[in-house]
């Protein structure tokens, strides 16, 4: 039991953690994606009481905007590489040294681009494919987490961008940059200025509806 609860004490908040703050910034330093999200968050609820681990099901953006966080900085780092160490043959086919799935030309039009409408119907990024991305791996010993690791960041992100206007401190620009990684990234504090949203409950339904 101690040694199931340390795993589940890891792997079960630091992952979730390191998603939420990968979101953060890249939502801070995308401020179009984060307006879009405010509105999306905004329009669909009329109070934070309202946001619940069901009715956050009903975001589509926001669930694209974790996904493509977790493309662009997957909270998962230990042994699972992201990089070959050398040319090898995977699956009988020839990934040369340095390949990373998550930012390969072949599965993702403009892979250095946080571009969360990739995860959303539309034609702009039709070509690419999805399933490249396995944040929670695959197969049976995948991460037995994964529903709760979705609930969880979308509940907490949900009801933050719906109380709170986000914007990056500016030592904060090159967070996501240069980052070792160990059994988690190894991640600097990062800054987020946190400004309450000055509408009352009472006059954004008013303003919304
Ligand atoms: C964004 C959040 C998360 C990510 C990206 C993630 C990722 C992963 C990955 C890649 C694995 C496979 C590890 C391997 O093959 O060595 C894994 C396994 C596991 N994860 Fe998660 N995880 C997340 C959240 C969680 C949460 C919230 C929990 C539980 C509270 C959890 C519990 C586990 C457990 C117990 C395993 C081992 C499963 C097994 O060996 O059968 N994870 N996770």
Known sequence: MATNASVLILVG???TATLLCGAA??????????????????????????????????LPFMLACLSETMRCYPPFVAGAFRQ?????????KFEPQGYAVNR?????????????????DGLEYKGDQLDAMQPFSTGPR????RNLAYAEARLILAKL?????????????????????????????????LLREAVPDSEREHHIY
């Open 13 to 15: 908040s630091e992952t």
């Open 25 to 58: 910034f890249l939502l801070t330093t995308h401020p179009e994606m984060l307006k879009r999200l405010e509105h999306e968050i905004r329009s669909a609820f009329r109070s934070e009481k309202d946001i619940t681990l069901t009715s956050v099901g009903q």
């Open 84 to 92: 070959t160490p050398k040319d090898v043959l995977i699956d009988g």
């Open 104 to 120: 390969d030309e072949r599965y993702w039009k403009e892979p250095e681009r946080f571009a969360p409408k990739r995860w959303m």
């Open 142 to 145: 995948n991460c037995i987490g």
């Open 161 to 193: 961008v719906f109380s709170f206007d986000m914007s990056l401190a500016a030592s904060n620009d090159h967070w996501l940059h240069n980052q070792k990684a160990y059994i988690v990234w190894d991640k600097p504090l990062l800054y987020v200025h």
